[in-house]
């Protein structure tokens, strides 16, 4: 009976705990980063649409939309937010707090369709006070920012060269393709990084030096470090990152 007892008692606190991951990730913005992803995806497609032929164009549609389906990036992401990350909670405490809300709402905003064709050119340099910049620069090195807007990049890429080495065999076999696209990593992550302070002051203006504060004590905390962390490996599995869509099919 204590044994039977026991085995409830676990199952009920594995239940649990995943409850608590799938609120984390509603709670995290993940949702509505997911939702703006599609969009940027939808434009990448028909800026291809000119550039490719019908063929290659039809594949690299059929692909992409199946690799970034809603529930495959989802399924991927969350169970890689459960392998990754031992306590869901300190961090689904923090984004539920006022100051969580505002993080969220911030970076929702920012990656929303609207938004990114407004600032395509280049974001308006921001002025900020000393304190606010050196928050700022604490945050811009707590959070990977830069790897995870090198890795979106990379995604959206990848989609592409595996279209194209379906189309031609031989042409990036071997993972050639895949190759090609992580050594481009590094380019990407510099990029982001030549301008981060000043797109991480656009994109939290909203937030008061108080709440920057919190938001860079969160991030820079053990929890907080864990959760980034995790988060960035969910990033790479739901996006399917250095995955063949034969892989992302397995």
Not at 115 to 126: D, F, V
């Amino acid at each position: 009976m204590r044994a039977l007892i026991a085995c409830v008692l676990l199952a009920l606190s594995c239940s649990t705990l995943a409850d608590t991951y799938d609120e984390l990730y509603e709670t995290a913005g993940w949702t509505e980063q997911r939702a703006n992803f599609s969009d940027a995806l939808t434009a990448a497609q028909q800026r291809y649409k000119n550039t490719l032929p019908p063929a290659v164009y039809q594949a690299l549609v059929t692909n992409s939309n199946r690799r970034f389906a809603v529930n495959a990036i989802d399924q991927r992401a969350k169970q890689a937010l459960r392998d990754n990350l031992a306590n869901p909670q300190p961090a689904l405490d923090f984004f539920q707090s006022p100051v969580g809300h505002k993080v969220v709402a911030a970076e929702t905003l920012a990656g929303r369709r609207e938004q990114l064709a407004r600032y395509e050119n280049g974001i308006p340099r921001i002025e900020a006070g000393s304190n606010r910049q050196l928050l700022i620069r604490h945050l811009a090195q707590a959070i990977p920012a830069a790897e995870a807007g090198a890795e979106v990049s990379l995604a959206l890429a990848g989609v592409a060269a595996d279209s194209l080495s379906q189309m031609i065999p031989g042409l990036l076999g071997g993972g050639q393709a895949q190759g090609l696209l992580e050594s481009q990593r590094e380019r990407l992550q510099q990029q982001v990084e030549s301008d981060l302070d000043n797109t991480l002051l656009y994109i939290y203006r909203d937030l008061s030096d108080a709440e920057l504060e919190e938001f860079v004590q969160f991030a820079q905390s053990e929890a907080g470090q864990q959760y980034y962390s995790a988060a960035l490996q969910a990033l790479r599995a739901g996006l399917a990152v250095g995955l063949s869509g034969n892989e992302t099919q397995a």
